[in-house]
């Protein structure tokens, strides 16, 4: 990893204020990395996905997560200003800010419905669209997540539940858990937060050599994450059912690739499927034995270098 050849904070609306960096060379190809989560925030690591000879690099926090503030972890934090759409008008900010005029859109799990949403509401400032780890945060992806693939891991989705507290409704985990996490009592909080995050581990967990990368986080992060996580799945990412499936005709010309893992359970590869059918100019990569994210690297370095040439 390298460190990045600039970075600030630019305020945006809200009282928000977020952290970006650029990597790469400044007369590149403008890419932007979309982190998933939500909450997950700007890991350096993206950088690994580009070359730096012949991209310039954009990552940025995306709103209370990462450096950006205020703290989406803190309950005092306001949330109803961080939704899909404040995330979009965000994007569009930064790339005034930075003077780019266009850029490739490269998203990972969640990056992967923002990139979308973004794409679908700006076609003209998105020259390309690498998606990996793909999902649109419908309501029907976030019931299989924290609900029906309890079927694959009973006895690690009753814990999930129970920590959720009696009353809460086992087909809407992510309200029930949003409410817990913004609890003034820390000892709530932060026990939501450790039960949220080994759920997370749980399902993304399905090859071999998958290690937990979140419940072993310091709390501050788990907190943060958690947090927006079940924010944004309570609300199903703040899109109309199926908005994102039905509205690909804003981006079908868009060149595209989909890349996702036929072993990914948190994801099951029908939803990049589906998409893939009404975008014609994308090619879709199923990489068999392939998880969440694992083993996908390769191939979307191949399709961002394909589609910046």
């Not at 400032?125 to 694959?152: D, F, I, Q």
């Not at 989705?157 to 817990?180: C, I, K, T």
């Amino acid at each position: 990893m390298t460190a990045p050849r600039t970075q600030g904070l630019l305020p945006v609306t809200d009282h928000n204020t977020l952290h970006w960096e650029e990597h790469g060379t400044p007369d590149g190809t403008p890419c932007l990395v979309l982190h998933g989560g939500p909450g997950s925030g700007a890991h350096p690591g993206f950088v690994n996905f580009f070359d730096p000879h012949r991209h310039r690099i954009v990552l940025f926090d995306q709103r209370g997560a990462g450096r950006s503030t205020p703290d989406a972890g803190l309950p005092t934090t306001d949330l109803t200003t961080n939704t899909t759409a404040h995330l979009i008008d965000d994007i569009e900010a930064l790339r005034t800010a930075r003077g780019i005029d266009s850029w490739v859109v490269l998203g990972t799990s969640w990056g992967s419905t923002l990139g979308l949403a973004y794409a679908q509401a700006h076609p003209n400032r998105v020259r390309a669209l690498v998606l990996v780890a793909v999902t649109t945060t419908s309501a029907t992806e976030v019931h299989w997540l924290t609900h029906a693939m309890g079927r694959v891991f009973p006895e690690q989705w009753q814990a999930f539940r129970d920590a959720a507290g009696p009353d809460a409704d086992p087909h809407r985990l992510p309200a029930a858990y949003a409410r817990l996490l913004a609890d003034p009592d820390p000892r709530v909080r932060e026990s939501a937060a450790r039960a949220w995050c080994r759920w997370e581990d749980t399902h993304m967990a399905t090859t071999a050599d998958s290690t937990p990368s979140l419940s072993t986080r310091p709390l501050d992060f788990q907190l943060r994450f958690a947090r927006l996580v079940t924010h944004y799945w309570a609300h199903h990412a703040f899109l109309p059912h199926d908005h994102l499936l039905d509205t690909m005709h804003r981006i079908a010309h868009l060149p595209g690739a989909l890349v996702h893992g036929r072993l990914d359970i948190s994801g099951p590869a029908d939803t990049a499927w589906h998409l893939s059918r009404r975008w014609p100019a994308a090619t879709l990569h199923i990489i068999e034995g392939a998880g969440h994210t694992k083993g996908l690297h390769a191939t979307a370095v191949q399709a961002l270098d394909r589609l910046t040439r």
